[in-house]
């Protein structure tokens, strides 16, 4: 998710609706801290440690991998020592406990028994009747401490060795065991990565739908920002508004700072999220700053479309509004009445005689410096988003929104076509791919040939250093979950090579059914520079782990090299 960013001149005296007669007030909840993962692999009084200091921290729970593989060496020879020691910690300092099902040990596996034991304990049991033994043995000892029991950690590569398919009988066959001790257990969906809709819909519309009544997302490296508009839609569109559990079982772009971990459970908190688990819990990064720690969710206010701008009530009653962006190059200027829409500069349009009385600053209270803009003065958010504070309350009118709306750029939703130009300056307009750069795989090199500006991809027999791929993001203002009901052309241009055959490419894709790819497009011979046209009917581009397609090269017995992508949906 990217944007060109526009300013709009709304007041900011027209925002909540708490304070002027008639108006619905606001209903507060507190901002749910972090979860952690921890480890079993830890000693038992490492393990005992680290629970301590996490429930000190504020961690209200925490979710850990029950592998089978180390619990059921042999069958029905069960070990529960470690297990036993997490649980009682758990209980001890009242935390909330959610296990995740996974592993399957090669004794037990399915498939070819030449396969390497590392292959063998990602997938499915062949013996589905010793594996709902081993469920339930685990059920009957846990069920008072455990709230939620997860099916598998990831169901994708590398974690995951199976099919859909496969992954439905686990799911069936878990959900049979556990609720044979506990009817009333929560049984967790796990989506493959990415905030995988798709894969969501695929089996919440299908005879699996009652099995589950939680669901864990994966958001990898989505910027708090950028998960709006997926939990919205899963919510109101995939889910149907059903009232199903959601947590964030792993979400990476957290667990690298303690700013980015605030703004991502303000996030999760506005957007009903039960639990947000970080991976880096122990480290320290499982705990809310200070500034939050009883701070409550009021709800979302729209001062720019660009800008999910949340309001904050802390402890007394003082209101702060937390602003996001998914761009770090992005600025956000407090008052700018007369803003044009200067480049990478978001205007909240605070009035004037509010924006001399505020602090900015990010979620350690630090204050963030202005810097000079052509507008106004502007402040560089930190890590996705930054908090103003000292708002004076009466000037609040505007009615709140439940739930923020996603960033997007107007001008964009209008859009006939998105189209990048590469280069060295890459001229995205509503196509991304500049950021998406440091992906494996997509580390391309922005060149001149044949006088065009283009990117070149970088092919080498060494797997680890070979870059065949150009990711592209379709700005979701644009188009964003399409499940199939509007067709996409796709056009690439692409440099003429010497020989027939020597260069080709095709595209893989979000689709209805999951990642799919294109025909191969054998590129011309010649001179000159060539558009290839593909009609993508069954496109779904939800922005599924941060990109929606991907120009791919590996196969081709040289490097191609692109101009520029135009996409237009055709209705």
């Not at 044979?180 to 798709?198: C, F, M, N, T, Y």
């Not at 992005?330 to 008052?335: E, F, M, N, P, T």
């Not at 708002?391 to 997007?408: A, G, K, N, V, Y």
Request: with cysteine; hydrophobic share 40%.
């Amino acid at each position: 998710m990217r944007r060109n960013l526009v300013c709009l001149p709304i007041p900011f005296a027209v925002l909540i609706c708490c304070l002027v007669a008639n108006a619905k007030a606001p209903v507060a909840r507190l901002i749910s801290p972090p979860g952690a993962v921890v480890s079993t692999d830890l000693s038992p009084s490492q393990l005992e440690s680290q629970i301590a200091r996490l429930a000190a921290d504020g961690v209200p729970a925490i979710r850990a991998r029950f592998d089978r593989c180390l619990i059921e060496r042999q069958r029905g020879k069960y070990d529960w020592q470690k297990t036993d020691v997490l649980a009682r910690a758990a209980a001890k300092h009242r935390l909330a406990l959610v296990v995740t099902l996974t592993g399957t040990p090669p004794w037990a596996s399915w498939g070819s028994k030449g396969l390497k034991d590392d292959v063998r304990k990602r997938r499915v049991p062949a013996d589905w009747t010793c594996y709902r033994a081993y469920v339930k043995a685990a059920a009957l000892r846990y069920r008072k401490q455990v709230r939620g029991w997860q099916v598998w950690e990831q169901p994708n590569l590398p974690t995951f060795r199976g099919t859909q398919g496969d992954y439905l009988l686990l799911l069936t066959n878990t959900s049979q065991a556990v609720r044979a001790v506990d009817p009333k257990a929560r049984i967790i969906l796990s989506e493959p990565g990415g905030v995988d809709l798709g894969f969501v819909r695929r089996i919440a519309g299908g005879s699996a739908r009652k099995a589950f009544n939680a669901i864990a997302l994966y958001p990898g490296e989505l910027p708090p920002a950028a998960l709006i508009r997926p939990l919205r839609v899963l919510r109101e569109r995939v889910l149907g508004g059903s009232p199903i559990a959601l947590y964030v079982a792993s979400w990476p772009a957290l667990s690298q700072d303690g700013s980015a971990t605030a703004y991502g459970c303000a996030v999760a908190t506005a957007l009903g999220v039960e639990t947000a688990f970080v991976d880096q819990g122990a480290s320290g990064n499982a705990a809310l700053p200070a500034s939050l720690r009883r701070a409550s969710y009021l709800g979302a206010v729209s001062l720019a479309p660009e800008v999910p701008t949340l309001l904050l009530e802390d402890s007394n009653h003082q209101h702060t509004l937390m602003a996001l962006t998914d761009r770090n190059e992005d600025k956000i200027a407090l008052s700018a009445p007369d803003c044009a829409g200067e480049r990478g500069v978001i205007c909240l349009n605070l009035e004037p005689k509010t924006a001399a009385q505020v602090r900015v600053t990010d979620v350690d209270g630090k204050a963030i410096a202005a810097t000079h803009s052509a507008q106004d003065d502007a402040y560089a958010p930190r890590h996705g988003g930054l908090l103003v504070t000292d708002l004076p309350t009466d000037s609040f009118t505007q009615d709140i929104s439940p739930t923020p709306e996603p960033p997007c750029d107007r001008a964009l939703a209008r859009a006939e076509e998105v189209r990048i130009s590469f280069g060295r300056d890459s001229k995205e307009s509503g196509i991304y791919n500049e950021a998406l750069r440091a992906r494996s795989g997509g580390a391309v090199e922005a060149m001149t040939w044949r006088n065009r500006p283009c990117v070149c991809t970088r092919m080498s027999p060494d797997i680890n250093q070979t870059n065949p791929w150009i990711y592209l993001d379709v700005g979701d203002c644009y188009a964003f979950y399409l499940e199939g009901k509007v067709p996409v052309e796709v056009v690439v241009e692409v440099a003429e090579v010497d020989s027939p055959e020597s260069a080709g490419f095709n595209l893989c894709y979000d689709s209805v059914t999951g990642y799919r790819f294109s025909d191969w497009q054998w590129v011309n011979a010649g001179k000159g520079w060539h558009k290839y046209r593909f009609t993508l009917n069954d496109a779904s581009f939800a922005n599924r782990a941060g990109y929606d397609l991907r120009i791919n090269a590996a196969g081709s017995k040289e490097d191609i090299k692109v101009a520029s992508v135009t996409i237009r949906k055709l209705t």
